[in-house]
Each structure stands twice: as C-alpha cells, then as structure tokens.
C-alpha cells in the first residue's frame, strides 16, 4: 500500500529490499502518479479520490513508470498488473455482481536486481 506513504518512506523500503538476501522481492500495490495530479478518467477514481480526501488527503504517492522509480535503487519489475488485468485474472470469475478494480490501482512484483528468477506470485 504505498500510496499511503510519503515517496521517501517508499524510497526506503524498496531500498532496504534490493539490499537484502540474493533472492529478495517485494509484492506492492500503487496507484498511479496521474490519479495522485487529478486524473480522474479510470474506472473509480473521482469516487475513490473523494473518499481519500474525507480520510484526510491519505494519497501521499503515485507512479507511472515504475520500473523506472525501483531500477536506480536496485530492483526490476517481474510483473506490473492494471486494473483491466487484475479484473481479468482475479475479478472476473467471482460469483454474483461484477466486481471492478480502480482504474488507477496496479500491482507490481519487484526482485532484487541479479536475482534468480522464478515464477511471479501474481
């Protein structure tokens, strides 16, 4: 949940992660850097965007391109997931009403950079 966190505190654990053990990765949702400057157009956001706003303005952090915020601190991306795929893989086949994803929420598998690969969790 990193965009409840300030970009440094982000900074500092997905810095702390590409320092760790050989085989480190981290799995982190986020939103992205044009929901955080007012881009409402995806499934969800105005709605979401309000409801943040009552909690106190809780969207401290976004990102677009996030292979190029976690490269210079040494991770790389296995997996970075949209909505239109985290409703495709995991929404679609519950049972009742259509359930949607936000329009602005991702989902990215980092590992530390030189690690082993393997299969994603996601």
Not at 13 to 30: K, M
Not at 55 to 82: C, M, Q, Y
Not at 94 to 109: D, N
Request: aromatic share 10%; hydrophobic share 45%; glycine share 10%.
């Amino acid at each position: 949940m990193t965009y409840y966190l300030p970009a440094a505190a982000v900074h500092a654990v997905l810095t702390l992660i590409a320092r760790s053990g050989a085989d480190s990765s981290v799995l982190f949702d986020y939103v992205t850097r044009a929901f955080v400057d007012g881009d409402y157009s995806g499934y969800g956001t105005r709605r979401l965007a309000l409801a943040w706003r009552r909690l106190g303005d809780v969207n401290r952090f976004g990102v677009d391109a996030v292979s190029t915020f976690v490269e210079p601190l040494g991770l790389r991306i296995r997996t970075d997931i949209d909505a239109d795929e985290l409703e495709r893989r995991y929404l679609g086949s519950l049972p009742g009403r259509p359930t949607r994803a936000w329009g602005c929420m991702r989902i990215a598998h980092a590992v530390r950079a030189g690690a082993n690969t393997w299969s994603s969790p996601v």
